[in-house]
């Protein structure tokens, strides 16, 4: 099984530590890609309108800036630079050994930077989305996803996807082995289904959380769903994007806490 995220937007610095090393990275045949687009945005992040090119208010000048050094910035695992939503309910830090590594071998986070990276790999925090558009690259979902394609379709092989990713992310890369199920998290709102970006993000942090604490991974969609019926109002729909899981949540849905590894 392969659990797609997407990265965060928020990503934690950290002071200390050494810089990243592209031999260290998963992928690696993705390292000439990976030069191009990190040498982008540092010439992006240095000019004066970095702010509108890359999407982000004046608040963030700070994490631009830092695009510019990406090379010399202290690296830390994913799971400890990646802090949004989604992250923090999956909380990587609590879970048991034999979980853990699970997540590290099955979860992939598809980024605009990397392409695509895996929780034990070391990289620095930085600001580009999958939506900006770098000279002379062009807009980053549609120049990954030629290049992703290959190299995930690879490592996926014939097992389950199991795709947690919002739209911005799922449009770099579309899974080819027919064997994916897209995760879509809906509230009852007044009786009627919506959508709720912050209880989305949360629930499919918890999903994945969930999926790594099995001893046993699903194969299947069929075998997902009977997985995750066991704690969430769950059904398989085929909609025009392809196969989804839906999950419902209740009207009075309430955020629950893991407690943190201290």
């Known amino acids: 099984m392969l659990i797609l995220l997407p990265p965060s937007e928020g990503k934690t610095a950290h002071t200390e530590g050494s810089p990243f090393d592209f031999a260290d990275l998963s992928f690696p045949e993705l390292e000439q890609e990976r030069r191009q687009v990190l040498d982008a945005l540092a010439e992006v992040s240095a000019r004066e309108d970095a702010m509108s090119v890359l999407g982000v208010g004046a608040s963030l000048a700070k994490e631009v800036a830092r695009n510019i050094s990406l090379h010399n910035e202290p690296a830390a695992r994913a799971h400890d630079i990646y802090s949004g939503v989604l992250f923090e309910a999956l909380n990587y830090a609590s879970l048991d050994q034999a979980s853990a590594q699970r997540a590290d071998e099955s979860i992939i986070v598809v980024s605009a930077l990397w392409g695509a990276v895996r929780f034990g790999d070391r990289i620095p925090p930085y600001r580009l989305s999958m939506s900006a558009k770098l000279e002379p690259l062009g807009k980053m979902a549609s120049w990954w996803k030629k290049r992703l394609t290959p190299v995930l379709d690879t490592a996926a092989a014939d097992q389950l996807i199991v795709d947690a990713r919002s739209s911005t992310y799922a449009a770099a890369y579309k899974p080819s082995n027919g064997n994916q199920v897209a995760v879509n998290v809906f509230q009852l709102r007044n009786g009627t289904p919506k959508v709720v970006s912050h209880f989305a993000k949360h629930t499919r942090g918890e999903v994945s959380r969930f999926l790594v604490q099995q001893p046993v991974a699903p194969e299947n969609p069929g075998e997902l769903l009977k997985l995750i019926q066991a704690k969430w109002d769950?059904?398989?729909?085929?909609?025009?994007?392809?196969?989804?899981?839906?999950?419902l949540l209740p009207e009075d849905h309430q955020f629950t806490t893991v407690n943190k590894a201290v």
């Open 234 to 247: 769950a059904s398989l729909v085929q909609d025009k994007k392809g196969l989804a899981l839906n999950i």
